[in-house]
């Protein structure tokens, strides 16, 4: 099955960007969905946004108008570009196909909003 691997977090002062990559083992075009996950209090990972195989794409209320996800085929990779970034924004950003398999959580990549 094909794997998913997260980078790109860092630190950035509110209201910067930030784009995460979700590189994928194989092809993006063989999974249905791959989303982006966040962890929340008590070790959640909450869904942010997930992009469809056929495009399709879906928001977290919290995210919408802020965040975009996109994917090149080509290089098998999934974004996760993140604008107008709020201290709220601060935790572990995870991807995995969506709905998410259990056993493929990677170890995410930090995102730390502050000044």
């Known amino acids: 099955q094909v794997q998913l691997v997260e980078s790109g977090g860092g630190l950035v002062q509110p209201g910067g960007s930030l784009r995460l990559s979700c590189e994928a083992s194989?092809?993006?075009?063989?999974?249905?969905?791959v989303g982006w996950y966040r962890q929340a209090p008590g070790n959640l990972r909450g869904l942010v946004t997930f992009?469809?195989?056929?495009?399709?794409?879906y928001y977290a209320d919290s995210v919408k108008g802020r965040f975009t996800i996109s994917r090149d085929v080509a290089k098998n990779t999934v974004y996760l570009q993140m604008s107008s970034l709020k201290p709220e924004d601060t935790t572990i950003y995870y991807c995995n196909t969506f709905p998410a398999r259990e056993n493929s959580w990677g170890q995410g990549t930090q995102v730390t909003v502050s000044s």
């Open positions: 992009i469809s195989r056929g495009g399709s794409t």
């Open positions: 194989g092809s993006i075009l063989s999974i249905n969905a």
